[in-house]
């Protein structure tokens, strides 16, 4: 059983950055792989990022290839989610999620098992 709780959300302008962390409880994340969602008002959950424990493989969503940075550090059993250059786009509700790492990294939210319960970000224009 994985333990995974957000933070760092919060309301920042367009440009501007945040940092998301996913901090863990009950097994290290080096056989995991943890990613972030997030989910807008009215549209479906989608990836955001992900990495690998092991290795530290990453993967992004094309919306923000170049503008965020996922890593984890495995001795904190943390995921950083460094996000530059907001956009109001960027709106949404950030969750952290976790699975316990086979071959490829995931992308689709029902391959992952353990959730956060998500933090608000906010980019205002």
């Known amino acids: 059983q994985v333990h995974v709780v957000e933070s760092g959300g919060g309301l920042v302008q367009v440009g501007g950055s945040l940092r998301l962390s996913c901090a863990a409880s009950?097994?290290?994340?080096?056989?995991?792989?943890v990613g972030w969602f997030r989910q807008a008002p009215g549209k479906e959950r989608e990836f955001v990022a992900a990495?690998?424990?092991?290795?530290?493989?990453?993967n992004y969503a094309d919306s923000v290839k170049g503008r965020f940075t996922i890593s984890a550090d495995n001795a904190k059993n943390t995921v950083t989610l460094q996000m530059n250059s907001l956009k109001p786009e960027d709106t949404a509700i950030y969750y952290c999620?976790?699975?316990?790492?086979?071959?490829?990294?995931?992308?689709?939210?029902?391959?992952?098992?353990?959730w956060g319960q998500g933090t608000q970000v906010t980019v205002s224009s």
């Open positions: 999620a976790a699975v316990l790492l086979i071959a490829r990294i995931p992308t689709r939210a029902d391959d992952y098992d353990y």
């Open positions: 990495v690998a424990g092991i290795g530290g493989d990453t």
């Open positions: 009950g097994r290290a994340f080096r056989s995991y792989a």
